[in-house]
């Protein structure tokens, strides 16, 4: 079997978006991402992450990779480009490990939307071409350059930045007449060791792995990373997700299932000096709770706490409460057996450790935003209001099909 060598670079020092690779995407460090398409691909035999951060090892070791050596500082520089990097992990395998990979893929961080099976057929593709260099990720170009232009900087008149033979003006033509261009990703690079030995990253001889344009998310600025977020927010098909892969909305919802603390309210309580307390709520979940029952959708919360606080707020929401359940998860499934509704139809939405249990009873698992990491990192989604800001209206949209947010 060949040795097939993942490596992903991720340095500590991004500007763009300081300590991008490991900021919580979509729940999980942006790191995690790249590493689960390595760990799920049946073809790859190593993963590592080439760092010279501490903590990002760390967490690339808590997500399954290997971080055998630390990058050195002057490997880390704005400036670095892939070829050094990558020269000095092999020769570093070579020399400490006597470790010498057939094939070599390069997976970006700040690429974390992938196909299943990308890695996969990228690699086979190299192996069974036995004089190509190289297998390189591309998508077909929403723009093409046939009909850019160059300003030249005497004259200052426009000049075509390219031509193409037997069409005269090349950017006056429909699209569909012009040769199709492709734009590089992130997605996958397969590279021939000796290749990166030699001096490049590509070599001569490269064939293309051409992407889906929805798997098309690449990460350098803060207005990328909102977008790509909200973009698997509306759920990707088949995308690779760290721990596992993400359900999608079920197709048909029966019932809605609350937690209260950091769901329904923010978390916080108000208490006076006769012990009396208080919550915050958002006005706005009442009408999305509202909005579900008229569309054949019931709702109920589980609470652990017995508060009266709680049973006020739910008769004012008219929704039934089940309140002092330390085991969420028995009292879901006693719920879900006397009202006789399929697991597959329920969603539950939480927010902390307790609730996580609930989740895999039920078909769909929601987090609020500012849910624990270990609830993030579990959910089949994750909402983008916070608990007790409109995160109980955000789901009940969500499952009614609407773009609230």
Known sequence: MPEILVLIPARGGSKGIPRKNIRLFAGHPLVAFSIAAALQAERVTRTMVSTDDERIAEIARRYGAETPFMRPAGLAADNTTDLPVFQHALDWLEQQQGYR?????????????????????????????????????????????????????????????????????????????????????????????????????????????????????????????????????????????????????????????????????????????????????????????????????????????????????????NVPCIQGEDDKAGALQRLLAERRVDPAGVVFCGNDINDLPCFPLVGWAVAVADALPEVLTRADYILKKNGGHGAVREVCDRILGGNWF
């Open 101 to 317: 990979p057939d094939l070599v893929v390069h997976l970006h961080a700040t690429t974390p939307v992938r196909q299943q099976g990308c890695l996969d057929l990228a690699i086979r593709k190299l192996l069974e071409n036995q004089q190509v260099d190289c297998v390189r990720s591309v998508v077909e170009a929403e723009q093409n350059p046939h009909k850019m232009w160059r300003i030249d900087g005497s004259s200052g008149r426009m000049l075509p930045l390219l031509t193409v033979p037997g069409v005269a003006e090349p950017y006056n033509v429909p699209r569909q007449a012009l040769p199709p261009t492709y734009w590089q990703t992130g997605h996958v690079n397969v590279i021939r060791p000796d290749t990166i030995r030699n001096g490049s990253m590509t070599g001569r001889v490269i064939l293309p792995h051409i992407v889906d344009p929805r798997y098309l998310v690449d990460i350098d600025t803060p207005a990328d990373w909102k977008f790509a977020e909200w973009l698997v927010g509306q759920g990707v098909d088949e995308m690779v997700w760290p721990q596992g892969n993400r359900r999608q909305t079920p197709g048909k919802v029966e019932l809605l299932v609350l937690d209260f603390d950091g769901v329904i309210t923010d978390n916080r309580v108000w208490v006076d000096q006769d012990g009396r307390e208080m919550v915050a709520a958002n006005r706005s979940d009442s009408l999305g709770i509202n909005l579900l029952r008229q569309a054949g959708v019931e709702t109920v919360v589980i609470s652990k706490e017995t508060n009266p606080v709680v049973a006020a707020r739910c008769r004012k929401m």
